[in-house]
């Protein structure tokens, strides 16, 4: 059962457009939500969080928008670079004192075009 | 600062051999824990501690086991490996272990069982 999901494995951007990251969740206990970027051959590395109390947090380039109604978040990234160019991983917990007990989706790999 | 470090980088075991991966981290964090990441899949967590001495199961447990006598260290066993076994695995840590922490990632171990 997965209660994480990123349905798209794979986006490809141009650059200096926006990407949009999808990310859908079955549990409504989960009361916070992060994004991780992953580069091959190393671990993942934090990105952004969201709280479930608030629909929108921004950071730089990077926003993370919650629909709590939907169950979904989605990730903004804006202007995207080539840098950009990982796979992000979206995750939740269900328990604000045991953030580390993450539910991760499946990863969606994103590819910015010079 | 080298944060999270994981040895060995590759592994190819046979099946029913056994084998520890090691975890070290310098930052002084009480929370540490192991995901495993199959492809195509999110990160799933198999073992997690609060502290020295403290350690308990997380969503994929079996067939595996840990022990956390210092706070720096984390080693994950392995018995009587699988072809199931096969996989990414991250070693993780974290300050205080609330959902709004980020996890620092240690840059994986990956293993094979033939």
């Known amino acids: 059962d997965q209660q994480v999901k990123q349905n798209s494995p794979s986006l490809s951007v141009q650059e200096g457009r926006i990407s949009i990251l999808n990310c859908d969740y079955t549990?409504?206990?989960?009361?916070?939500f992060l994004w991780y970027k992953k580069y091959p051959a190393e671990g993942p590395t934090f990105l952004i969080s969201?709280?479930?109390?608030?629909d929108k947090n921004e950071d730089g380039r990077f926003t993370v928008f919650l629909n709590k109604s939907a169950k979904h978040l989605s990730l903004h990234i804006v202007p995207s670079q080539p840098g950009d160019s990982a796979v992000y991983f979206c995750?939740?917990?269900?328990?604000?004192?045991?953030?580390?007990?993450?539910?991760f989706g499946q990863g969606t790999e994103l590819s910015v075009k010079p | 600062n080298a944060g999270v470090t994981q040895t060995p980088k590759f592994r190819i075991l046979k099946i029913g051999q056994s084998m520890t991966l090691q975890c070290a981290q310098d930052?002084?964090?009480?929370?540490m824990y192991w995901y495993r990441q199959d492809p195509g899949m999110g990160l799933k967590l198999i073992y997690y501690?609060?502290?020295?001495?403290?350690?308990d199961k997380g969503e994929v447990p079996n067939g595996y086991n840990v022990s956390r006598s210092t706070t720096e260290d984390f080693p994950l066993r392995l018995e009587l490996a699988a072809p199931s076994q096969t996989s990414v695995y991250f070693c993780?840590?974290?300050?205080?272990?609330?959902?709004?922490?980020?996890?620092?990632f240690g840059s994986g171990t990956q293993l094979s069982v033939l």
């Open positions: 993780a840590s974290s300050d205080t272990g609330t959902g709004s922490e980020k996890l620092f």
């Open positions: 549990n409504s206990m989960f009361d916070y």
């Open positions: 969201i709280s479930s109390i608030k």
């Open positions: 995750a939740a917990t269900e328990n604000y004192n045991q953030g580390g007990k993450l539910i």
């Open positions: 930052m002084n964090h009480n929370y």
């Open positions: 501690s609060v502290g020295a001495g403290i350690t």
